[in-house]
């Protein structure tokens, strides 16, 4: 992926959120596997299918890793909570540099029929 596509999809100051949130990943103790990746590379992969809508099948080759790899780690990273952690981080981050405005806020909201009578 060129340069500039992953600087724009993953600038520094969100990598220096993500990058402590993502879980280790361990060499498996029988050997064998692939090569250590990018960590960062990975996210920016994972980041550009989630932005642009393309299928993980359709990554392209340029990422650097194969579209099930890249999947694979979207896959553990969400049972691991890491988007919800993210997302956390940022709105602290950016209620820290008070760059949050809660004056307006857009709620959304499901009706549902109560069930027996419940109220």
Not at 33 to 40: F, M, N, Q, S, V
Not at 61 to 90: D, N, Q
Request: charged share 25%.
């Amino acid at each position: 992926m060129s340069a500039n596509l992953s600087r724009r999809l993953v600038p520094d100051g969100l990598w220096a959120l993500v990058a402590p949130l993502l879980p280790s990943f361990k060499s498996r103790p029988q050997g064998g596997g692939t090569a250590p990746l990018d960590e960062r590379a990975v996210f920016t992969a994972v980041v550009y299918v989630l932005t642009s809508g393309c299928a993980w099948r359709y990554l392209p080759e340029k990422c650097g890793l194969s579209p099930a790899t890249a999947h694979r780690r979207f896959t553990v990273w969400s049972e691991a909570g890491l988007w919800r952690r993210l997302h956390r981080a940022v709105l602290d981050e950016l209620g820290a540099r008070g760059e949050i405005d809660w004056t307006s806020a857009i709620v959304d909201a499901a009706s549902v029929r109560a069930k027996r009578g419940a109220r």
